[in-house]
């Protein structure tokens, strides 16, 4: 296969000369991290008081982490480090606490993270010559405008259609035959099984890519959106707190997600001891923004968890890649004191082909114990009248998961459809436990 590059000398720039360039890129963003009351205070308590503190890559060591509840005390313009005329955009995230955070964005901003985006795109194949419908929010949602000025970047024709109105989205694929498209796993699930229902053949469109991220999704679910809708797929990550996407991406390699590491400088460490994990273990993501001047973020604790693969990748880049994110500390479900991740009962249900697309996880309080119900689609060759059959798929579901995940699952089965769909990010898991 050849492989095509953005930046050809950033992408594969020898290990030694990557951290040289990042300990000048971390400098400057400290440096720019001390106009703000916030970090003063965090980083003098440490003894930094200019860029120049900072003498190599070990001494990242030395500053404090950043968490959310950090930026959303700073709300509205705690970690603004330029002045307010020279900001362009901001992004904001309402989280679930309802405080959002905010980020804001210079000239520069934009520009070297619509180049990060671009370079993503580019990795997978894109090009100037493909029509790139961009099915995912805009708005303070960095997901929509990130890939459309990315995209533009490329020079590919971008279609702004934003999410949802799945009809309207087949016309405009149609019409201008879209090539590529973007969006949450979910939502492309949701697109396929349309699909079939609104009686939309599959050689009338173009499609050949599509970008998924956003949210967590299992291998299983990516093989299946590939057989579904015969695409290649491509897992995108990243956060708003680092710019939006465009931090980690996969290649045409799709050997998961290379991190920019001339913008992002990554760690991995225990979610428990904050102490760095050896290469290949997983533990949580930790990544300070190099390549922003106007709300510098240090050592930010994504809760994502993830680890390094310590094999180079066959397309050459020197950036190390991270494992697809399986799941977030925070989002571990605790059932009856053992830990369970969404994505593990996902991964378990989607390499099955008798189920559907859609899923839900639902957790309560059954007397002193909690009780989990997975609810789930079945495809739509399963026939719903026909109750035998069902009976036995429902077993099996059953007991392929209490192997799993050790705990035993009520198990419901819903006709095609009919379980909740979101356009954004897909709410997997309802926990009706009363808090304690
Ligand atoms: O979701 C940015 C983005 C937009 C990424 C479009 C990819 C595509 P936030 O709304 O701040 O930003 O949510 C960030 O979403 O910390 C992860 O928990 C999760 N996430 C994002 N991408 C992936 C992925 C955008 N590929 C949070 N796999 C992150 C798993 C993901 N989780």
Redesign the pocket.
């Known amino acids: 296969m050849t492989y095509q590059y953005w930046n050809k000398e950033m992408e594969t720039l020898e290990r030694s000369a990557l951290e040289a360039y990042q300990l000048t890129q971390l400098k400057a963003v400290v440096a720019q991290a001390l106009r703000t009351s916030f970090y003063r205070e965090r980083l003098s308590a440490v003894g930094i008081r200019s860029g120049e503190d900072i003498q190599n890559l070990e001494d990242l060591g030395r500053i404090p982490f950043t968490t959310k509840g950090d930026l959303r005390s700073g709300f509205p313009y705690g970690f603004l480090s330029i002045p307010k005329e020279e900001v362009v955009r901001l992004h904001a995230?309402s989280g679930t606490t309802g405080t959002p955070t905010t980020i804001y964005f210079s000239k520069g901003d934009i520009r070297r993270w619509t180049s990060f985006v671009a370079r993503s795109i580019y990795a997978t194949g894109c090009t100037k010559t493909d029509v790139f419908q961009n099915m995912?929010t805009y708005g303070l949602?960095?997901?929509g405008l990130?890939?459309h000025f990315g995209g533009e970047e490329v020079g590919m024709l971008v279609i702004p259609s934003g999410s949802g109105n799945t009809t309207r989205q087949f016309k405009l694929m149609q019409d201008f035959g879209t090539t590529v498209v973007?969006a949450t796993p979910s939502f492309l699930l949701h697109v396929q099984a349309k699909m079939q229902e609104e009686g939309v053949r599959r050689d009338k469109l173009k499609l050949i890519r599509a970008?998924?991220?956003?949210?967590?999704?299992s291998e299983d679910t990516r093989t299946r959106i590939e057989e579904l809708l015969t695409i290649d797929v491509y897992?995108?990550?990243?956060?708003?707190?680092m710019n939006?996407?465009g931090v980690a991406f996969e290649c045409q390699a799709k050997n998961d997600?290379h991190l920019w590491e001339d913008g992002y400088l990554g760690e991995i460490v225990n979610p428990k001891t904050l102490e760095p994990v050896p290469d290949g273990e997983t533990g949580e993501l930790v990544l300070t923004c190099l390549c922003r001047e106007a709300t510098p973020i240090l050592r930010y604790r994504?809760?994502?968890l993830s680890g390094f693969y310590t094999e180079p990748c066959p397309c050459g880049r020197t950036h190390r890649r991270l494992h697809?994110?399986t799941g977030?500390t925070d989002d571990m479900l605790i059932i009856n004191g053992v830990n369970l991740f969404p994505s593990q009962i996902e991964e378990v249900i989607m390499a099955m082909k008798e189920v559907g697309n859609n899923y839900l996880i639902l957790v309560e309080k059954e007397g002193v114990l909690d009780r989990i119900t997975v609810k789930t689609e079945v495809g739509p060759e399963v026939f719903m009248d026909d109750t035998r059959p069902l009976n036995t798929l429902k077993e099996r579901i059953r007991k392929t998961l209490q192997a799993s995940i050790t705990i035993n699952p009520r198990v419901e089965l819903h006709q095609p459809g009919s379980l909740p769909v979101s356009e954004g990010?897909a709410t997997r898991v309802l926990d009706q436990r009363p808090k304690r």
Not at 211 to 217: L, T
Not at 235 to 241: F, I, K, R
């Open positions: 995230s995912i949602f960095t997901g990130g890939f973007h970008f998924a991220g956003a949210e967590p999704y897992n995108s990550y990243g956060l708003s707190e939006g996407p997600l994504t809760r994502d697809r994110i977030r990010k």
